[in-house]
């Protein structure tokens, strides 16, 4: 027995071709973009500095030029990014899981 049809078969809207032929492009589509979204939000995190100040820390901070203009900096738009990128993710992971459900492909 082929266990990839199995699958398939289970995943499946138990309607017409038409159905199940939308059913599978939308999935690619989404699982497609998905994929996009959590690669960006990887490189997004990656490319963030620490937060951490190290042994700098200890001593008290002093007033920088990014303390000052926190709103403005690149470490300020990799974060607004970052979690637009995982809103973004989040949304389409959840849409994705209710088109999973067969009533909506067999209607």
Do not use: H
């Amino acid at each position: 027995m082929n266990y990839l049809s199995y699958l398939v078969n289970l995943l499946a809207p138990a309607s017409s071709d038409a159905a199940y032929a939308t059913y599978r492009i939308v999935s690619a589509v989404f699982i497609i973009l998905m994929f996009v979204a959590a690669l960006a939000a990887i490189v997004l995190v990656l490319l963030q500095p620490g937060n951490s100040q190290g042994i700098d820390a200890l001593s008290g901070s002093s007033e920088t030029f990014f303390g000052k203009n926190k709103g403005k900096s690149t470490e300020s738009v990799l974060k607004r990014w970052t979690i637009i990128c995982l809103v973004v993710l989040a949304v389409l992971a959840v849409v994705f899981f209710i088109l999973q459900i067969d009533a909506i492909w067999t209607a």
